[in-house]
Every structure is written in C-alpha cells, then in structure tokens.
C-alpha cells in the first residue's frame, strides 16, 4: 500500500535559516507528490506540486524517485512560513490523496 | 476563485442524534468531492469519495451506513453522521476536485463536530 513519511512532527528554526522538511513515500508506481500548507486558524491549500516544478513562495521540492523522496526547502524561512506542512501524494490516476502525518514548522524571530 | 464552504463550521449534538454536514464549491463544478476525517493532531483520513449522481466509495473500515454521503449536485455534497456517539466527534473536512485532468483539490475549512 502506499505510504507517505513524515519523519520530523515539530521542526523549529530561526528566521533566515535554511528549512528543509522531509517527505519519503512508498509506492512502486508512478505518485504525483504534493506538499500542502495549513496556516493557523485556515483551510488546508496546495503549496507545489512535483510535476509544476516551481517555486511558490520560495518553497521548491524535488522529487528523488532513487530515494524515494520529496522534500520541501526554502533557503530562508521567513516568520510566515509557520504553518502546518503536509506532504501527500495521488496514485496514478486516481485523484486520491494520501496524506503524511504532517510537520509543523515554527520559524523563530 | 475555487472556493469550497462548509456547513456548519462546528456543530455540538446529543449522542444517538444525527448531524448533516454540507460541502459546497462556490465558483466552479465539482464533479468529485472528498470527505476527510482529522482526529487532533493528526493528520487528514479520506472516508469517501463522490461523484455527481452516483454513490460514493467509502474507504476500507469506514461504515457506510454511518456516514451517509449524498452528491445530488455539482456544487453541493452532503455527510449525514448517523447515529452520532462520542467516537464521532471528530474535524471532518471536505475538498472538492474539478475532475480528471486537473487532479488539484480545493478544501473546505472543516466542520468541527463534539458529540456529547
């Protein structure tokens, strides 16, 4: 079954730091890996997604099919990037996601 | 644009009762809407997926006749908690999709219900 991975639930760094926060799934097919961002007191919403290959508010996240891995990096986190960071992905074809349990990222002034 | 409200955002009922959630997409049509359950600080469990005019797919070990889903629009999509009893109390999110090929969800804010 596919799995999504999680592995830090609190990440806290200083304003200007670099942040990285990790994402390793499970699947033996093709996913479309997403990471999605909930800030305090709001709804869930899309951050990036891999197959975009952008960069949204500074956030880029490349996927590492040998390592099974997609991780989200921003150079310097900023106070406003404190939110609830979920990675997730669909199998393909299927518009189902699959969340990871979430990291909550505090950027400290 | 590709708003999705919910109704009503916190509700509170007597066990034995039963709660009828409402997902709307305010601008556009959802032909798939999604049903989650978010326990406190965990993360976000898919119940079911439903389309517009069929059944909805519940996933493994959600109780169908629990958890009723109606999606008799292409706006609108409904979650009746049946029979509700503390267990149930729980954040139950929607999100709604604008079908294949586009694969991107839009969330609802959560609907927050405490069965006592």
């Known amino acids: 079954a596919q799995r999504v991975t999680q592995p830090e639930k609190l990440l806290s760094v200083f304003k200007g730091a670099p942040v990285e926060l990790k994402c390793n799934y499970s699947y033996s097919g093709s996913p479309e890996l997403f990471w999605y961002v909930q800030y305090s007191r709001q709804r869930l919403q899309l951050l990036l997604r891999?197959?975009s290959r952008e960069s949204i508010k500074g956030f880029t996240a490349d996927l590492n099919k040998g390592e099974t891995s997609f991780h989200l990096k921003k150079p310097f986190a900023q106070e406003e990037d404190s939110a609830m960071y979920y990675c997730a992905l669909t199998q393909g074809g299927s518009e189902k996601l699959v969340f990871g349990k979430g990291t909550k990222l505090t950027v400290n002034p | 644009g590709a708003v999705v409200s919910q109704h009503p955002s916190w509700v509170i009922c007597k066990s034995g009762t039963s709660v009828k959630i409402e997902c709307r997409s305010l601008?556009?049509?959802?032909?798939?809407m999604f049903w989650y359950r978010q326990f406190p600080k965990q993360s976000l469990m898919l119940m079911a997926t439903?389309?517009?005019?069929?059944?909805?797919?519940?996933e493994q070990g959600v109780e169908k006749d629990k958890f009723l889903i109606n999606h008799a629009s292409l706006t609108l999509s409904t979650l009746t908690v049946t029979s509700a009893h503390p267990e149930d109390s729980s954040f139950y999110i929607c999100?709604?999709?604008?079908?294949?090929?586009?694969?991107?969800?839009?969330f609802g804010p959560g609907t927050r219900l405490t069965v006592l």
């Open positions: 999100s709604a999709s604008q079908g294949r090929g586009y694969n991107e969800q839009f």
């Open positions: 601008d556009f049509q959802a032909t798939t």
């Open positions: 439903s389309n517009e005019g069929s059944k909805a797919t519940y």
């Open positions: 891999h197959i």
